[in-house]
């Protein structure tokens, strides 16, 4: 029977990660605290170290994006919107249709 892998949120990582740069315990200690490989937890460390420029990067890229996202969202409603107008306008035809031709239902699918 094959073992699970084990997957640790963000938030997780970091705490650990931020015990090891207190220095207040060795990484054998905190990995044996917490159950992780230490080679787990120089990896974790090695990343963080590697990212940590990017706290101290502008929000403006982020910003941007957020901005994209609300932008397409906007486009989606409006397309909703315009969907719903036209399956109304569909069934608004359909139904005028089908009373005009009650013989010629067959045509339509009802």
Known sequence: ??????????????????EVLEGNATIKEIASN???LPKSIQQWKKQFLENASLAFESSIPLKKY???????????????????????ERDWVLKKLIAGFPQKCIFVGC
């Open 1 to 18: 029977m094959s073992r699970k892998r084990k997957t640790f949120s963000p938030e997780f990582k970091t705490k650990v990660v931020l």
């Open 34 to 36: 917490t159950n992780i």
């Open 66 to 88: 957020k901005e994209e996202i609300e932008e397409k969202d906007r486009k989606l409603d409006e397309l909703y919107k315009a969907l719903g107008k036209t399956q109304i």
